[in-house]
């Protein structure tokens, strides 16, 4: 099915016109309590859509149910063409998530972690390398991670994260443990420039709307807040917190 | 209605279980080597079979809530192994007070049946504990659909393997349950469809309980108030 | 992929990606690769923190003991040394069942794996094989010991016969092994609810394997040709393939969410 790109003349492919993450209804719920309620939008190919709301908002499960790791319990889902969660399987490997969890192995080194990751999605150990090059990690990366500092998981778990160069990236407060240096370097991989579909999620307001082209506002699961970006001030996303 | 009425099904066991008594008390044969004792047989063997259809109902139900994902076959599955764990506890009681009629001990290691339930009853005895060892709600139906499975599959081959080792030197305590002669099959069959109509009466009343629960609990947080 | 003008390491990557002949790049990945990815990562990690293997072999040399001062014997031989046997590899199995999952469920192995393109049958498969060979170490440890600690009759003798119990026997707790220790892993009692669950769903196996080694166990042949009774290694036999077919039906849903 994707063995033809079509390319048309600005070069985006046909895949890009259609929008990568289309929410209708999403509702997950634990238990009786609605984790997400109705949540409907359309995020466009190479857009970013940033994520603001308390704790307990719904950000996270947002992001995990996008990430194909927990299914929706009524309401339509449909990520880079593929319908949730029948179709699921098909675009995992074309999503990256960079959770709180840095998801490596902490007796492993930081190569054979990414070594294992490779190998999951059928990737040339040579990938791995750049990787670890690509966040500055190649001189750490026959230590075990529990000796890194939390920095330097970070890193790691981005180059994990992106190491199938994926199509949609999905992140979860990603600058939380990154010094200003670091944020810089992993920019390319993660940030705007990297010319993914973005999904972040931000306790930043500043940041946030700087980096994004639509804003969700989630509290107590439900949408409060679902605009362009450009219309959106630090003062409207302060008020979902209080 | 599709759902079989309460009223008819308590009516129906009632009625059941008159005759059945009266069958085992006044009708049934008194057996020549084991005595009035044997009428307990009657009682014994019909918990005993709808015990394991209870728990193989179980393992169907959850067979089904993990292809459907609707949480009603869960419910249906839950209630099929409770009520069974509290008939096998019976079987239990009711098999040693045989066998110490019979053979003078509480316990008999040489009858296959009741070593097999034993290990059953242990195993479904986790059963709870796991659900209860589990939050999320979701996840503690599914996991739980998956032990039913496993614990259902598990009690045929289960038996298969005790009855191999039960040893055919010993002569089996509490009988064969074949072979009986037209009185005493008659009388067990009864027993057998009243104890099974118990069973179906109490897991009726039980589903209904929860499900009004379930609702009540639904309109309480629709209407705002804290459940 | 990358923003007209600017060029990330990602654009030259991208080509290398998806440029690889005869591929979709987004295919799921071949389940046999898959299984070994998991089970080099599974045997690394249990050589950096070698939390199964020692602590298995520790327990059932150190219960062989135990029953010597607790059964006031020197020797044992017949049904009562295969129950002895048994029952310790039992146990120190259950210690490698409570281990098989932690370190995924901590260090978020579990959304690793799940978030890859490939068949999750393979983590069954995987770790029932890393299972299998914990066993097989332990035993080549704990059956030597037994030989030399409690067993009358020479272990030279029983050797032959015994391999296809401690074959048959190994699969089966493999197995369900697996399967009980993926349940209990996710539940707030998971180091008791494993070796409960599990238990009672060995039983088949221990009455297989204890009757199929105790006429091995005698000095002198009690009859029979030394081999195992053919009827108890059937018995294993299918209900290793009963059990590892339900496991593998079922394993999926304890994975998703």
Redesign the interface.
């Known amino acids: 099915?994707?063995?033809i790109e079509v390319q048309t003349a600005n070069?985006r492919t046909v895949e890009d016109i259609v929008a990568a993450v289309e929410l209708d209804g999403l509702t997950r719920?634990?238990?009786?309590r609605a984790a997400l309620d109705d949540v409907t939008l359309k995020l466009d190919a190479?857009q970013t859509l940033v994520v603001f709301g308390p704790n307990g908002a719904g950000k996270t499960t947002l992001l995990r149910v996008l990430?194909?790791?927990?299914?929706p319990h009524a309401g339509k889902v449909t990520v880079l063409g593929a319908e949730f969660p029948d179709d699921a399987?098909?675009?995992?490997?074309?999503?990256g998530?960079l959770?709180h969890?840095?998801?490596?192995?902490?007796?492993?080194t930081a190569r054979?972690n990414l070594r294992?990751?490779a190998?999951?999605?059928?990737?040339?150990d040579e990938?791995v390398e750049?990787q670890l090059a690509?966040v500055s990690m190649t001189s750490r990366a026959e230590e075990?991670v529990r000796t890194l500092s939390r920095g330097m998981v970070q890193r790691v778990a981005v180059a994990?994260a992106?190491l199938?160069?994926p199509?949609l990236l999905l992140l979860d407060e990603p600058y939380a443990n990154l010094d200003p240096a670091a944020i810089e370097l992993v920019e390319?991989?993660i940030g705007?420039?990297?010319?993914?579909t973005r999904v972040l999620s931000s306790h930043d307001p500043g940041r946030g709307l700087a980096e994004s082209d639509l804003v969700l506002g989630l509290r107590a699961g439900r949408v409060a807040l679902l605009a362009d970006a450009t219309g959106v001030s630090t003062n409207a996303v302060a008020e979902l917190y209080r | 209605m599709r759902r079989p009425s309460l009223r008819v099904l308590s009516i129906a066991t009632i009625a059941a279980f008159c005759v059945s008594l009266s069958l085992v008390f006044f009708y049934a044969p008194i057996e020549a080597e084991e005595g009035f004792l044997q009428k307990i047989f009657y009682l014994h063997v019909p918990l005993a079979i709808v015990t394991l259809c209870g728990f193989v109902i179980g393992g169907l139900c959850a067979i089904a809530h993990l292809r459907t994902r609707d949480q009603r076959w869960d419910l249906r599955s839950y209630v099929a192994i409770h009520m069974s764990l509290i008939f096998g506890v019976a079987v239990l009681i009711t098999g040693s007070i045989w066998a110490r009629g019979s053979w003078g001990h509480w316990w008999v290691w040489s009858e296959p049946t009741l070593v097999s339930f034993l290990i059953i009853m242990l195993l479904y005895a986790t059963y709870q504990p796991l659900r209860f060892a589990i939050e999320d709600p979701e996840r503690q139906a599914r996991y739980a659909s998956v032990f039913a499975i496993t614990a259902g599959a598990f009690v045929p081959m289960n038996f298969l393997a005790v009855r191999l080792s039960a040893s055919y030197l010993h002569p089996r305590v509490l009988g064969s349950s074949s072979n009986l002669p037209a009185p005493m099959a008659l009388t067990f069959l009864v027993s057998l469809a009243a104890v099974a109509l118990l069973f179906a009466t109490l897991c009726t009343y039980e589903l209904a309980a929860k499900r009004t629960r379930i609702l009540l609990k639904a309109r309480s947080r629709i209407l705002g108030y804290q459940s | 992929m990358s923003a007209p003008g600017k060029t990330s390491p990602h654009a030259a990557m991208s080509q290398d990606v998806h440029a690889r002949p005869g591929r979709s790049a987004h295919a799921p990945t071949g389940t046999a690769k898959v299984v070994r990815a998991l089970l080099r990562k599974e045997l690394l990690v249990e050589l950096r923190t070698l939390e199964s293997i020692p602590g298995m072999s520790l327990f059932a040399v150190t219960t062989f003991v135990v029953f010597h001062f607790a059964l006031n014997q020197d020797t044992v031989s017949g049904q009562e040394a295969a129950g002895i046997l048994w029952v310790t590899l039992l146990f120190a199995a259950m210690l490698g069942v409570n281990r098989l999952f932690v370190a995924d469920a901590d260090q978020g192995g579990f959304d690793g794996f799940l978030l890859a393109p490939v068949d999750r049958t393979a983590l069954l498969i995987a770790k029932a094989i890393a299972l299998l060979a914990y066993l097989l170490v332990l035993e080549l440890i704990a059956v030597p010991a037994f030989g030399l600690l409690l067993l009358g009759p020479p272990l030279g003798q029983a050797l032959p016969g015994l391999l296809a119990p401690l074959a048959l026997g190994d699969i089966g707790v493999a197995a369900i092994g697996t399967l009980v220790a993926a349940l209990a892993v996710r539940t707030r009692a998971r180091d008791l609810l494993g070796p409960l669950l599990a238990l009672p769903l060995l039983v088949p196996i221990v009455i297989g394997c204890a009757r199929a080694s105790a006429p091995l166990f005698y000095a002198t042949r009690v009859g029979g040709d030394g081999n195992p009774p053919l009827r108890w290694l059937g018995t294993l036999a299918l209900y290793d393939l009963v059990f590892g077919l339900i496991a593998y039906a079922v394993f999926d849903f304890l994975l998703e969410d």
Do not use: F
């Open positions: 099915m994707r063995d070069g719920n634990y238990g009786e190479a990430a194909t790791l927990l299914r399987w098909q675009v995992r490997g074309r999503i998530l959770g969890d840095p998801l490596l192995y902490r007796e492993l054979e294992y990751h190998r999951l999605h059928d990737i040339d990938l750049r690509a075990p994990r992106t199938h160069d199509e390319p991989l705007p420039s990297s010319g993914c």
